[in-house]
């Protein structure tokens, strides 16, 4: 069961992070009448051009193609590119009078929004966090201690190579973020975010993960991994020593930071390709941070709390939190295939009792205890029963935005909603109401923030009375929808990053630059032109 275990969680980052596939970047440049057109081919691909014209290539172009044209002869180009393991879906690249220094539309995808770089910090910020609770578990704070002396001791240089030993802590966890993003980089993003498979297996890791921090069993790496790396460590000098006791801390202490680094790894799956290495930096710091102080001021671990019952109570506090944040994964896979098995209202039941839960349970243990730990266990409870009070009045259909990056979405109350674009445009043309088109996903955490912070908001839900609103889900998997809307969103917006919002008029002209993801709803409502 273990060795299962391990197999499984080792098998995580396999999976954890992909990217949109896109080999071939477009641009065009005008003089005078004409127009040079290239598209610039990765290293190991080749383009095929399946329609453009009249015209007519019987050549695999493989570093570039170009070509200049009258304006007047310019039509779309239809085109697919391979390599030596997989083909594109045939893609239509449109001119759109791009100036010199313009790229494709495509390619702007490839580059980071504001909403990206958010997700960056906030990968990052849940690194610190992680790494800060995997300090206190107890396979990492009692070897402190042990490790500060074992450098104090060995050389009068103890402090300086404590603070390399949690330098090589940094390097480890980010090349696993590194290894991650190098080897699997280049999947489809929508594909594997909202994927049944993926998500019910990181749903069932994060089960299996609270499991183990509830006690049930232990997941380890073999010990004679761990003596290896240890004896080697003492019989080497210099910086490898040190990194093999790195290497060795790594190991040791995976029965207890392994779910929090793949509950990590699984939260960066859904975000760009530097999501790994930035959330395994964060982590690392976090955890190798007091390895270094307590060898620079070694008077410091005389005042650290001892190792003690409050480390099981620390695990299995972390134990209803895993369960609570694996409910996302089988909702993203629920929702996008339609099932039904996990509506919005049991969702948040259930999160009310994992929170209600700890509070419960550090409750049960309070008693005989010192008063620093009573103090200190009841600015926990305190939260935990508020927050699972307020997540209450959303079992009736509350907005409880705490949890809008995870929980399904709430319903669009209050005006005429269409999911099909064509049939959404026609109402438009009948009506004469301008569009919002709004290119979502149900795996999206930002399309769930802006829309319980911004389109909830009581002035914005005022100006879209004046439009004719238009939702598609790009990881839709029914009946072929999300590919249906994520190939509008490519072909015609040149974007495939959600939330991600265009205005048009009664007609489907577009009236404004799309509008990416924001929680300013001001910012929101400046940009609506009617």
């Known amino acids: 069961m273990k060795r299962l275990l391990f197999i499984l969680s080792a098998l995580l980052p396999l999976i954890a992070l992909a990217q949109l596939v896109e080999p071939v970047k477009w641009s065009g440049v005008e003089t005078g009448d004409s127009v040079r057109l290239k598209a610039a081919i990765e290293p190991g691909w080749h383009m095929t051009i399946i329609e453009f014209g009249e015209r007519e290539f019987d050549d695999e172009f493989v570093d570039s193609f170009v070509i200049t044209l009258a304006k007047a002869d310019l039509t779309p180009i239809r085109f697919n590119a391979c390599d030596d393991k997989m083909c594109t879906a045939p893609e239509v690249w449109e001119y759109a009078s791009l100036s010199a220094e313009s790229a494709s539309p495509l390619s702007e995808a490839s580059s980071l929004s504001s909403g990206d770089e958010r997700s960056l910090w906030l990968i990052f910020l849940l690194g ?48 696993l973020g590194l290894l991650v993003t190098l080897l699997f980089g280049a999947s489809a993003l929508n594909d594997l975010s909202t994927n049944a498979v993926v998500n019910i297996f990181f749903f069932l890791l994060l089960v299996v993960f609270a499991l183990s921090f509830f006690g049930l069993f232990e997941i380890t790496l073999p010990d004679s991994w761990s003596t290896k790396l240890d ?23 995976f029965s207890c930071t392994g779910p929090i680094i793949g509950t990590l790894l699984v939260e960066a799956a859904g975000h760009s390709l530097l999501a790994p290495a930035i959330g395994m930096l964060g982590f690392a710091i976090s955890l190798a941070l007091p390895f270094s102080l307590f060898a620079m001021f070694p008077q410091w671990l005389k ?34 295939y339609g099932w039904g098995i996990l509506p919005r209202w049991l969702f948040i039941a259930i999160w009310i009792l994992c929170f209600a839960g700890i509070g419960i349970y550090l409750l049960y243990r309070i008693h005989k205890q010192s008063i620093v730990r009573i103090i200190i266990r009841t600015l926990i409870i305190i939260p935990s029963f508020a927050f699972a009070a307020y997540l209450v009045p959303g079992l009736w259909g509350a907005p409880v935005k705490a949890i809008s990056a995870f929980a399904p979405p709430m319903p669009i109350e209050g005006r005429e909603v269409f999911y099909d674009y064509e049939e959404g445009l ?105």
């Open 128 to 175: 610190l966090l992680g790494g800060l609770l995997a300090i206190f578990t107890p396979c990492v704070w009692p070897i402190i201690p042990m490790t500060v002396s074992f450098f104090l001791k060995r050389t009068d240089k103890g402090a300086k190579n404590a603070v390399l030993y949690g330098l090589s802590i940094i390097v480890l966890y980010v090349s």
């Open 231 to 253: 004896s080697k460590a003492r019989s080497t000098g210099g910086f490898l020593s040190i990194l093999l006791m790195a290497f060795t801390l790594v190991i040791v202490s």
């Open 303 to 336: 005042r650290a709390p001892k190792s003690g019952d409050w480390m099981t109570s620390f695990k299995v506090v972390l134990a209803f939190l895993e369960l609570a944040l694996s409910l996302k994964f089988l909702s993203v896979a629920d929702l996008a």
């Open 426 to 530: 026609a109402y438009a043309r009948q009506t004469g109401k301008p569009v919002i088109v709004n290119f979502t996903g149900y795996g999206c955490v930002n399309c769930r923030k802006m829309e319980a912070f911004v389109l909830d908001n009581d002035s914005v839900k005022a100006r879209l009375q004046n439009y004719v609103f238009i939702q598609l889900f790009v990881d839709a998997k029914k009946d072929g929808v999300g590919d249906k809307n994520s190939r509008i969103q490519r072909e015609q917006y040149g974007s495939n990053a959600q939330p991600f919002y265009v205005q048009l008029d009664a007609y489907g002209h577009q009236v404004a630059e799309p509008k990416a993801f924001t929680t300013n709803p001001k910012e929101f409502i400046n940009w609506l032109k009617y």
